[in-house]
Nanobody
């Protein structure tokens, strides 16, 4: 089955930048959409952004203009560049990949935006 390994994250001051990456392994030929979701304490998991194999993206209004999602199909990796970070961006960020049959999730990586 598909496995997702996330990297990046950490602590950053408001207005700063962070980059997350997520590498897929396994039956990667079956992967369709990839992307990121996030979950803040006491809140439901929510969409950050997704990207198709062709590069079409869909992003939450709260991150548009600040976050950029890209995809390297040759490396089976997606990258989330996060700029102008705000305290409300603090959450555990989860990588996601879909196939025809199901969605797969990474283990999550913590992002903390605080002064």
């Amino acid at each position: 089955q598909v496995q997702l390994v996330e990297s990046g994250g950490g602590l950053v001051q408001p207005g700063g930048s962070l980059s997350l990456s997520c590498a897929a392994s396994g039956p990667i030929f079956s992967i369709n959409v990839m992307g990121w979701f996030r979950q803040a304490p006491g809140k439901q998991r929510e969409l950050v952004a997704t990207i198709t194999p062709g590069g079409s993206t869909n992003a939450a209004d709260s991150v548009k203009g600040r976050f950029t999602l890209s995809r390297d199909n040759a490396k089976n990796t997606v990258y989330l560049q996060m700029n102008s970070l705000k305290p409300e961006d603090t959450a555990v960020y989860y990588c996601m990949a879909t196939t025809l049959s199901r969605a797969y999730w990474g283990q999550g990586t913590q992002v903390i935006v605080s002064s």
